[in-house]
């Protein structure tokens, strides 16, 4: 296993649509797909993340993994077991939205307030290349569509309606985090 540079905001690969993963490689002899998902894993981990997205690791493939327990940079946030999707793909968004504090480890020092539909409907594949489909709610909704955004290019500062609710994590935790329980109904 091995820890993964990060690709930050501005490096053209997080703007990238990133390529369908062919399924017959998960299973292949050299491992190599095997072997990048458990770094990314492991560099998740490292980076106190609560996903990370294949682009962001220099990788323009359609694969993600998420995991939340005991985070610090999301202290409160619910947990999440250690899941890996591959090619996964939106089918549902409900008509609700949540807004919640997001922050990226491409953008580490900032947080932005991100309206998201507060249910959404995801089939992807397992590590194994079985199909699997969830239904999401609450802040796995919120994860998932901010992993998967990554896929098509996207960072959390396009899906923001209001750019006055931008921060650096300092000055979120000084002067937002106290009150965002009362504006957000997810962290
Ligand atoms: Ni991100």
């Known amino acids: 296993m091995a820890l993964l540079q990060v690709a930050k905001l501005g490096d053209p690969i997080l703007r990238q649509k990133a390529e369908l993963v062919d399924l ?5 002899q050299d491992n190599k797909m095997q072997a990048l998902i ?3 894993i492991e560099t998740m981990r490292e980076e106190d993340g609560v996903g990370l997205a294949a682009p962001q690791v ?3 493939l359609r694969l993600v993994v998420i995991e939340c327990s005991l ?8 947990n999440i077991p250690l899941t890996i999707l591959i090619n996964p793909s939106i ?3 409900g008509e609700d939205t949540v807004s919640g504090w997001e922050g990226c480890l491409s953008l580490k020092d900032l947080r932005g307030l991100v309206p998201r539909s507060s249910k959404i409907i995801v089939e992807y594949f397992d590590r194994k290349g079985d199909p699997v489909t969830v239904n999401a ?12 955004d990554h896929l098509d290019g996207k960072v959390f500062l396009d899906r923001m309606t209001d750019l006055s609710q931008l921060a650096y ?6 002067y937002i985090a106290d009150k965002k329980t009362l504006e ?3 962290p």
């Open 24 to 28: 017959e490689f998960l299973n292949s």
């Open 184 to 186: 957000a109904e997810s």
């Open 58 to 60: 220099f990788q323009s």
């Open 38 to 40: 458990d770094d990314m």
């Open 169 to 174: 994590v300092e000055e979120f935790e000084k």
């Open 71 to 78: 985070n610090e940079r999301y202290s409160e946030a619910p």
């Open 137 to 148: 709610e609450g802040f796995l909704a919120v994860v998932l569509q901010h992993e998967i």
């Open 91 to 93: 089918k549902y968004y």
